[in-house]
């Protein structure tokens, strides 16, 4: 899954007309991880009487996240 990641960036800079190691250049992104996590997160309402949890708010960090969508409501995107 790294060697996908890897792949996207480089696609995401030839996208913005930018050279494909853009983003491997010192002082871009040195902190950054080339990590590619799928996640799913089952249709639930958290219940903590039986032990359920869903995902409560959080932030995606680093550079970029990939989102499939349907018709279930639930996912927000807060813009500051």
């Given at each position: 899954?790294?060697a996908v990641a890897i792949k996207i960036t480089e696609l995401i800079a ?67």
């Amino acid at each position: 899954l790294e060697a996908v990641a890897i792949k996207i960036t480089e696609l995401i800079a030839l996208s913005l007309n930018l050279s494909s190691n853009y983003f491997k250049q010192p002082g871009i992104r040195d902190d950054a991880q080339d990590v590619l996590y799928l996640l799913h997160y089952p249709k639930q309402k958290s219940d903590i009487d039986k032990g359920l949890f869903g995902t409560g708010e959080h932030t995606d960090y680093d550079f970029f996240t990939i989102l499939l969508t349907d018709n279930n409501r639930g996912l927000q995107i807060f813009y500051d």
